[in-house]
């Protein structure tokens, strides 16, 4: 089986500062991933590579057995690939529902979920169609911003510490569409700081530390690894 992501003595920079230094990590289609690590370990970058948004890049990239290290942004989107960054980036000045109609459909990906298919999945956002991107909640935006990824096709999402900052409720709900979108096929790559929230989510996990994978194991051995992940993570 082709994985849909299989990354290769991944190295990345900002300008003048080295950021990751040889990562490996391999995703296959449908598993939930979740890279671990505090801060400034290289998780972000190491998304933000994958996109062609960090400075060089060298080493493989692989999205569904295609060599992306080479490719610019909008080529490697066009594979079936979504990012959904810290920031969002919703359109404070477009209402709820004007955000989720801009995305195109990705022209490599298959059809993208419609906006009654969002609405099903994401009631709040139903409720809030005609509110303006700026009079979301925190939690709302956070269910924009995946919304509008899964509006374009991508199968295969980047998801940037979703849960950060959230209250509970909504935690709760972005568990269950992670839950939805794995059950629907959907490959995920998770960043996350809330140990709780993607502990129960995860197929598998990579620890990161000074740009590089310090430890990966899968959601069976979750317990026994403890000790070493309190060690590494502090958590």
Request: aromatic fraction near 6%; charge should be neutral; proline fraction near 4%.
């Amino acid at each position: 089986m082709t994985a849909a992501l299989e990354i290769k003595g991944l190295q990345a920079w900002y300008g003048e500062s080295h950021v990751l230094h040889g990562v490996d990590l391999v995703v296959q289609p449908g598993e939930v991933v979740t890279l671990l690590g505090r801060n400034g370990a290289g998780r972000t970058t190491t998304m933000r590579a994958v996109m062609g948004l960090t400075g060089a890049r060298k080493g493989s990239i692989r999205v569904n057995g295609v060599e992306t290290i080479a490719m610019a942004t909008h080529r490697i989107a066009h594979l079936g690939i979504g990012y959904c960054p810290e920031e969002r980036g919703i359109f404070a000045s477009l209402s709820c529902e004007e955000n989720l109609l801009l995305p195109p459909e990705l022209k490599g990906a298959g059809p993208g979920m419609s906006v009654d298919e969002i609405y099903a999945m994401f009631p709040n956002l139903a409720e809030r169609r005609h509110s303006q991107g700026t009079r979301l909640s925190g939690g709302e935006q956070q269910m924009l911003a995946v919304a509008r990824i899964l509006r374009t096709g991508a199968k295969l999402l980047l998801l940037d510490e979703i849960s950060e900052g959230l209250a509970p409720v909504i935690v709760q709900a972005l568990a269950r569409m992670i839950t939805t979108l794995r059950a629907k096929g959907y490959t995920i790559v998770m960043v996350e700081q809330n140990f709780r929230f993607a502990a129960p989510l995860a197929d598998r996990f990579y620890v990161m530390e000074h740009g590089r994978i310090a430890l990966t194991f899968g959601a069976a051995e979750l317990e026994a690894r403890m000790p070493v992940l309190t060690e590494l993570l502090g958590v």
